[in-house]
């Protein structure tokens, strides 16, 4: 399983674009790369996901260089309700897949 | 439609105690999956089932931990006897297969607190 490394922590005000990068050097051929997002007392909550260049949704876009080496999930104009953990996991698709999580980004957002 | 549901929301007991925690995945799910998450930690897998099958339970620790899925629905995790460090949130994921390619988006429940005293 590739391993993850991400920022312990990021600030922001309320109303600003947010990247969080995420580095996967080891990452293989078949991986894709999963954002999820959790609140306090809550199971995370997916995001999006992408294999390579850009994926865009109702919520986020998702940066992925021609390496693969590393992403970048981009929340547009945050608000304080995406004062959230972010995880950043890697691995091969499919149902036999085992997602691991690291510690995740702690995103804070205030006024 | 409903999510994932789990019961105890919260239970406390006293070390060597056991303790059962219940999950409806959502449903027509057929993967099901337990988590441990410790404070400050993002989720563990504990076990993986497809249908009544568990496939993946090599993170399960299996001298006090067991898990069943009798009918492919609903779960239970159970641990005897609970030690101190099980102190955790123990979170139900459930998914469905997902065509193609990439992972398939997992649903989860809130999750139980169990504290040990």
């Known amino acids: 399983l590739a391993k993850t490394t991400q920022p312990i922590s990021m600030d922001s005000y309320e109303g600003q674009e947010v990247n969080i990068t995420c580095s996967h050097n080891?990452?293989?051929?078949?991986?894709?790369i999963t954002w999820y997002q959790q609140f306090p007392s809550q199971g995370p909550r997916f995001i999006i996901q992408?294999?390579?260049t850009k994926v865009t949704n109702e919520v986020a876009s998702l940066f992925i260089p021609a390496d693969r080496k590393s992403s970048t999930l981009s929340l547009p104009r945050v608000s304080l309700s995406d004062t959230a953990v972010y995880y950043c996991?890697?691995?091969?698709?499919?149902?036999?897949?085992?997602?691991?999580f690291g510690t995740g980004t702690r995103l804070q957002v205030t006024l | 439609e409903a999510g994932v549901v789990q019961s105890p929301r919260y239970k406390i007991i006293e070390k060597k105690q056991p303790v059962a925690f219940w999950c409806n995945p959502i449903?027509?799910?057929?993967?099901l999956y337990w988590y441990r998450q410790n404070l400050g930690q993002g989720p563990e897998l504990l076990i993986r089932?497809?249908?009544?099958?568990?496939?993946?339970d090599s993170q399960l620790p299996k001298d006090r931990f067991s898990a069943e899925r009798l009918k492919g629905v609903d779960s239970t995790l159970k641990i005897q006897p609970a030690e101190l460090g099980d102190s955790a949130v123990y979170l139900c994921?459930?998914?469905?297969?997902?065509?193609?390619?990439?992972?398939?988006?997992?649903?989860f429940g809130p999750g139980t607190r169990l504290t040990v005293l």
């Open positions: 992408g294999y390579k």
């Open positions: 994921a459930s998914s469905l297969p997902r065509p193609g390619l990439g992972h398939n988006e997992q649903f």
């Open positions: 080891n990452i293989a051929t078949n991986d894709y």
């Open positions: 089932y497809e249908n009544e099958e568990a496939v993946d």
């Open positions: 449903s027509g799910h057929n993967t």
């Open positions: 996991l890697v691995g091969e698709g499919g149902t036999a897949s085992k997602l691991t």
